[in-house]
Structure formats: C-alpha cells, structure tokens
C-alpha cells in the first residue's frame, strides 16, 4: 500500500458538457472518446445530481422507472444483478491503508475494498466496492478534531489488452438510511480532476484529462462523514467488463487508486492498493 500526495495541477478547471441521463447497465467507452459541444472527453455522465455530492442533500439516488429514470445511466438496480450467468473467479478484502505525514508516518487503515472478478466465457467483470469506517486520518498536533478521508476518484489499471471496455455501478442497499453512493461519471482515462461547482462542470476535455485505455477513472464521494453533510460510506459496486481469456487473473500491484481531491479544500492524497487485472495487464502507462 502506497500514500502519496497529489500534485496540485489536478486542480484545473473542467470544462461543462452535458449528456442525457436516460438508461441502465453498462455503457461502452470508446477508445475515441465522446464527442461534446466543446471537443472530446474521457468520460461518460453518469447521475449528475447533488453537484457531485457537495449538495448536503447528496444526490438523487436511481430511480430505475422508465418514465421517470433520469438519473439512471450506468446503473444497475440491485434486483438485476449484472453478474448473472458469470463464474466468480477471484475475490478479496483489501485493507485501505495511509501512512504518511498526515498519520505522522503511523499505517493507519480507514476502510476496506471488496475486490472481485466475475467471467463468463471469453469476458470478465471487474468490480470494486469500498466502505470507510469512522477513523482520524490526521494525527497531526495541528488539526484537531476528525478529519476523515474521502474519496473522490477510483482509478483501475491494467486494462491494455481488454480490448473495448464498458462501465457499470450495482445498487445494493438502494433507499436504505444507509444506501450505496452513486456514480457521477466514469471514464477512460488516468487524470482525476476536481469538481468545481462553481463552474457547473461535468465532464472534463482530453486537453485536461487525455484518453488513456489502461486506466479507468471513476468519480463518486465517499467519506463516513463529509463536510458538506452528505456522507455516504459505502460505494457502489463500481464494474469494469472487458474481453478476457481463461487464465486467472492476477494481482497487480498497485492497480486501484483512491483518490481525495479536494472537494471541500481537503489535502491531495492519494492511496494505492493491489488489485485483480487481466493476467497480460500492467500499470505501465
């Protein structure tokens, strides 16, 4: 497990677009991006509620009813579960691990990572599930008080030779008191960039977060307990299906990326852990 901080030209402004929000399951990403008002982007919108959960109402959860289901892109409700008719090859819970100078070099954990892969045939599903607990990241003498970590972007590598990739979030706790968060949009890419609402954007261009067909970058808002009041701990199921072959996949060290951006002016960090990838994948660039 590796805590690395940020650089700040993450930080840059995003450009707005807008997609329609219209329908459920997985969605293609095109090695060629998506074609916008302004240019091309990485990433498909996928529930663009709630100002990326800086309103203290979060967002609108999916709905999942035709006449009504705007807020329904890439998701899949937990009635319809997207791993039917796979086999589960692998799965396991990876400790969220920082140890840097916020925790004054002590590895403190502060959530866990479900991580399993499903296959049917010649095609597999990746998928990530994260729940922070109730923990003080910052032991520092000069913060007080909790300060917990929140994530803003989930990034996967190892995806070189999947061939074309689609994306999907699993409902699983869908209007509970503790419902899964919702996943504002994802793309092909390895740049996260912060939400601004003050700019309404949505959807950045590759100038600012260029393709990039290894990686797949995932932007939702997880935390125990925000500061802007809308705390979601656990996220959705976030999948990643793409062409595979019969070999198991492997553990890739490295391969998931947790990353705190900055929402509410928190410090950059990011934390790093194993993940499953494809058995010829690699975190190279």
Same mark, same amino acid.
């Given at each position: 497990? #590796? ?76 009635? #319809? ?52 607990? #109730? ?26 030779? %999947? ?79 793409? %062409? ?42």
């Amino acid at each position: 497990m #590796n805590t690395t901080p940020l650089t700040s030209s993450l930080l840059v402004s995003l450009l707005i677009t807008s997609t329609p929000l219209l329908a459920t399951g997985f969605v293609n990403l095109p090695a060629t991006g998506f074609t916008v008002k302004d240019g091309i982007t990485a990433y498909v919108g996928c529930n663009l509620t709630g100002n990326f959960g800086m309103n203290p109402n979060g967002s609108t959860p999916p709905t999942f009813a035709p006449a009504n289901g705007a807020n329904n892109f890439c998701a899949i409700p937990s009635i #319809n579960p997207p791993m039917t008719g796979y086999q589960q090859t692998a799965t396991t819970v990876r400790n969220l691990v920082m140890n840097n100078a916020y925790t004054l070099r002590q590895a403190i954990t502060i959530g866990t990572v479900t991580d399993t892969v499903w296959r049917k045939d010649k095609q597999c599903i990746y998928g990530a599930k994260i729940r922070l607990t #109730n923990v003080d990241y910052d032991r520092r003498p000069v913060s007080p008080g909790f300060q917990y970590f929140e994530i803003n972007d989930v990034v996967r590598g190892g995806f070189n030779t %999947s061939g074309k990739l689609a994306i999907a979030y699993h409902y699983t706790t869908l209007g509970s008191a503790g419902s899964d968060d919702v996943l504002y949009r994802a793309g092909l890419t390895y740049t996260s960039m912060v939400f601004q609402p003050n700019s309404q954007a949505r959807r950045p261009l590759t100038n600012k977060a260029p393709l990039n067909p290894n990686w797949v970058d995932f932007t939702t808002d997880i935390n125990y307990r925000d500061d802007d009041g809308s705390s979601v701990k656990d996220s959705p199921w976030l999948l990643i299906k793409g %062409s595979c072959t019969s070999t198991a996949p492997k553990n890739l060290a490295g391969a998931l990326l947790f990353r705190q951006m900055g929402q509410e002016e928190q410090p950059l960090i990011e934390l790093s852990t194993d993940a499953y990838a494809p058995s010829e994948g690699s975190i190279a660039p």
